[in-house]
């Protein structure tokens, strides 16, 4: 008897553990096995031990085997005491992810898979909901999936509360046809108490992550938890236009939108991608203002559709330029270095001219040529002396590498290039180290007696 007290102390302990632990975390595993226990009732308490009984009596060594094999597959997943509490809460509301069967609780990140089998298990009545019909070969569906996936995920401390759910109404195409799909995607919100086609409301709002947080929210009262994400876009409004946009030291290029745009949103998250590749340069910006609320500014700079864009150049004429090239990333990049004298790629890095000087790499060049130490120190001198006319730190590069190569011989070109790539590569160094690494980089590779210089075009 001793032994199975220390065992049930232990499992109380355990318990009072991880429900501690998920108080202070937040959760509320405690208040959903309350809530469970409010709603039992004599009938219910009954049910539940007949089945106990039943399950007891067809125990078998082989099933404890298979529950044991099935605990330690569980174990495996999990590598932190809040995976354990993340699975806990899961099993008090009912749902388990990756379950295979047509009738078990299906998940994928935050949001539920319903089928014919589990629909009814989920939508229950219990919790209101949100539920998209897609396709899987859908391309509309396919350009929401991302969004839908933050939506579960911005809901995912509150699925005992609000149900973000998806079901394939091309696989399951009774539950398309009982609750009137005819296209796809189709979203619809199932309120609290709601399971049949009676009482569902079609969902006509915007397809963008913000839209769709305010609806359930203002359906559910249910707040979200929405990551935030850094922007590199430089927001305008009518206090701060003039001071950004005609400062005669800055090349702008602004977005002129409206939030309820289509173009507008999908444009979006290159434009993104687009600032965060400029995120360095500080002599060119990528901003954006809404022409909708800013009307005065719009008609101004004689915005007619969105989404209109404008470069405004540097200087003190600041007449700006229609943007008409691709609205791609690698179109607006294109676009930006011919006007900001800049040199960015897809992904943001910069390009192999990068850095680079034409009448310097010319000398780095003869440098690589000559084994001459005297004919080197000439060269080194004339490098230093137009190092120092044009006074940048890029310029000073070049004699100091031929200062090392001096010193340490010519394996310094390879050495240096190799731990120069390397940091490079490590990931561990901020944007701004990884353009100067990569400047360095550039010069390096014009120590090289087959080397070609930059030319002025380049530049």
């Not at 553990?17 to 009954?46: C, E, M, R």
């Not at 290159?270 to 901003?287: D, R, S, T």
């Not at 353009?435 to 930059?454: G, S």
Request: hydrophobic share 40%; net charge neutral.
């Amino acid at each position: 008897m001793a032994f199975f007290r220390t065992v049930f102390l232990l499992l109380v302990l355990a318990n009072a553990a991880f429900l501690g632990y998920d108080h202070y975390k937040g959760g509320d595993i405690a208040v959903s096995l309350v809530d469970q226990a409010k709603h039992l009732n004599v009938p219910t308490v009954q049910l539940h031990l007949q089945n106990a009984w039943t399950e007891i009596k067809s125990t078998t060594p082989e099933k404890i085997a298979g529950h044991v094999n099935s605990a330690f597959d569980q174990l495996k997943d999990f590598n932190s005491p809040t995976d354990v509490v993340d699975y806990l809460r899961a099993k008090a509301s009912g749902v388990v992810s990756g379950g295979s069967s047509q009738g078990a609780i299906q998940m994928e990140g935050n949001v539920f898979v319903l089928t014919t089998g589990n629909f009814n298990k989920v939508i229950d009545g219990q919790r209101p909901a949100l539920i998209e019909f897609y396709a899987p070969w859908c391309g509309h569906c396919k350009k929401l999936a991302p969004i839908y996936e933050e939506l579960g995920d911005a809901f995912a401390s509150a699925q005992d509360q609000v149900v973000i759910a998806k079901v394939d109404a091309d696989e399951h195409r009774d539950l398309g046809g009982k609750f009137g799909v005819q296209g796809f995607p189709t979203l619809k919100w199932f309120p609290k108490g709601v399971t049949t086609s009676e009482g569902v409301e079609d969902y006509r709002g915007g397809r963008d992550l913000d839209s769709l947080t305010k609806f359930v929210q203002e359906k559910s009262g249910v707040r979200p938890r929405i990551k935030s994400t850094k922007s590199d876009v430089v927001v305008l409004d009518t206090k701060n236009f003039d001071t950004i946009v005609k400062d005669p030291k800055q090349n702008v290029l602004v977005e002129f939108y409206a939030p309820w745009c289509g173009h507008c949103k999908n444009l979006a998250p290159i434009y993104e991608k687009v600032a965060n590749a400029f995120a360095n340069e500080p002599n060119c910006k990528v901003a954006k203002i809404d022409a909708d609320s800013e009307r005065e500014i719009g008609t101004q700079y004689d915005v007619s559709g969105f989404p209109t864009i404008k470069f405004f150049p540097a200087g003190d004429d600041k007449e700006p330029v229609l943007y008409e090239s691709a609205r791609s990333e690698a179109g607006f990049i294109e676009f930006l270095n011919k006007k900001c004298g800049t040199h960015r790629v897809v992904g943001g890095g910069l390009d192999a001219t990068a850095g680079r000087v034409s009448d310097l790499d010319k000398l780095a060049i003869k440098f690589a040529s000559t084994s001459d130490k005297g004919e080197r120190e000439k060269v080194k001198a004339e490098a230093e002396s137009i190092a120092k006319e044009l006074g940048t730190r890029n310029a000073k590069f070049y004699h100091v590498f031929m200062k090392k190569i001096l010193e340490s011989g010519d394996s310094f070109v390879k050495t240096e290039s190799a731990r120069v790539d390397r940091i490079i590569k490590s990931n561990t160094v901020a944007m701004n180290k990884v353009d100067d690494f990569t400047i360095r980089r550039n010069i390096l590779a014009a120590f090289d007696k087959k080397a070609k210089p930059v030319t002025k075009d380049e530049l």
